[in-house]
């Protein structure tokens, strides 16, 4: 069965200080990968998806970027964290092909405060 | 591009009464519909979903109906619990080479003992 391994768990780093969030998945092949992040009480924003390897499309300008080094590894990274990038981060998969792969699944998720 | 909206954004109910909640969705092309739930701190989690070739699905105390003409789909939970109180999101994609998930706003229900 497919799994999905996202860390850390939680993260609390200072204004100014790179990040590396790292996404794993097992179980498939190809995947679509995304990268969301939900701040306080509030809904799900996709912030960038992967289709394949070296493949990135960004859906909001930011101060973050990603990468997908390999086909079941994504990585959201900043060089300078900003208060603002505070929040839940949550790594998502989707299967390719039939309409039984279409079903989302998502990591555990980061909670990343930027003090 | 897609555009979904949830309503409403909080509901209270008392154990045992139904819970239902709204979404339309812009884009006439979108034809799956997921709905998640996501408990405090948790990832959420996909509990039932439909394609537009259905009108309605069922899942013991939950089910999903859609209605394309009108663009909305509904989620109705039946014999709530105490358990159900989480915040739920649905969402719209269609089948395009690359199927994006558009999500509502969410809604947090609260089941009162």
């Known amino acids: 069965s497919q799994t999905i391994h996202q860390w850390p768990a939680t993260l609390v780093q200072p204004v100014g200080s790179p990040l590396s969030l790292e996404c794993t998945v097992e179980?498939?092949?190809?995947?679509?990968l995304y990268w969301y992040r939900q701040a306080a009480g509030r809904g799900l924003q996709l912030l960038f998806y992967s289709v394949g390897i070296g493949q990135i499309s960004s859906e909001v300008p930011q101060n973050l970027s990603a990468s997908r080094p390999q086909d079941r590894q994504f990585i959201l990274s900043s060089k300078k964290l900003l208060l603002s990038d505070s929040g839940f981060y949550l790594c998502?998969?989707?299967?390719?092909?039939?309409?039984?792969?279409?079903?989302?699944?998502f990591g555990s998720g980061t909670q990343l405060s930027v003090l | 591009g897609e555009n979904v909206e949830q309503h409403p954004s909080t509901l209270s109910v008392q154990e045992g009464d139904s819970a239902v909640i709204k979404c339309t969705y812009s884009d006439s092309a979108s034809n799956y519909f997921p709905w998640y739930k996501q408990e405090l701190g948790k990832r959420p989690q996909l509990i039932i979903d439909i394609r537009s070739n259905v009108g309605e699905k069922k899942d013991q105390r939950i089910a999903v109906t859609l209605n394309k003409t009108a663009k909305h789909f509904s989620l109705h939970i039946t014999e709530t619990q105490p358990e159900d109180s989480a915040v739920y999101f649905c969402?719209?994609?269609?089948?395009?080479?690359?199927?994006?998930?558009?999500f509502g706003t969410g809604t947090r229900l609260l089941v009162s003992p």
């Open positions: 998502a998969w989707r299967g390719v092909g039939t309409a039984a792969d279409e079903k989302l699944f």
């Open positions: 969402a719209a994609s269609k089948d395009t080479g690359f199927q994006k998930l558009v």
């Open positions: 179980g498939t092949s190809n995947p679509n």
